[in-house]
């Protein structure tokens, strides 16, 4: 299942929603497990990468995903092409994302961004790839009219991460 773990306040009502949206966009449970602080020290704008290494005491069982979700910002990222604003980050294949809703005060004011974004970085942890049909949450996040989109994956996106959690299932 999907375990959203929040790293500072968030609405229970409008969390609610969200992982509403992940269950129907997956077809997997998905629920608010709990909080988890963020490592003394580690300033803003936070660093993805170290987040998911260092963030302790989350519960989660074999083949569950994490999603950790911040108010907090995430420090850009250098890729190729120079340096990109980080919504959110995963490792392809882990069992861990984690997602800011910056500049965004709270879920429900950047709802279908958010959750779109959410579905991509989830998507990655389900072993998918970017994804070349631009309605699809697997559309490289970077581009300017992906935060546009809606939370939904194209047919063949659903279909492999469809087949992924069962895999992982049996
Ligand atoms: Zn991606
Ligand atoms: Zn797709």
């Known amino acids: 299942m999907i375990r959203v773990v929040t790293l500072d306040s968030f609405d229970e009502k409008q969390l609610a929603k969200f992982n509403r949206t992940l269950y129907t966009a ?14 003394a020290g580690m300033s803003d ?7 998911l290494e260092q963030v302790k005491g989350i519960r ?9 979700l911040t108010t907090r910002k995430l420090k850009e990222r250098e890729l190729p092409s120079g340096m990109a604003p980080t919504q959110g980050f995963s490792r392809f294949g882990k069992d861990r994302a984690v ?7 709270d879920l429900e004011s950047g709802y279908k961004a ?6 991509h970085q989830l998507g990655h942890l389900w072993e998918l790839h970017h994804c070349l049909d631009p309605r699809c949450s697997m559309y490289p ?6 935060s546009q989109g ?6 063949f996106c659903r279909e492999k991460s469809e087949q992924k959690i069962r895999l992982a299932k049996s």
């Open 150 to 155: 809606e939370p939904i994956f194209c047919t």
């Open 60 to 68: 989660s069982y074999q083949d569950d995903k994490v999603l950790l």
């Open 141 to 146: 996040p970077w581009t300017p009219s992906f």
């Open 26 to 39: 997956f077809g997997v449970g998905s629920e608010h497990s709990g909080t988890a602080d963020v490592p």
């Open 99 to 105: 997602l800011s809703i910056s500049p965004h005060k």
């Open 45 to 51: 704008p936070l660093d993805a990468e170290k987040l």
């Open 114 to 119: 958010i959750a779109r974004h959410a579905l």
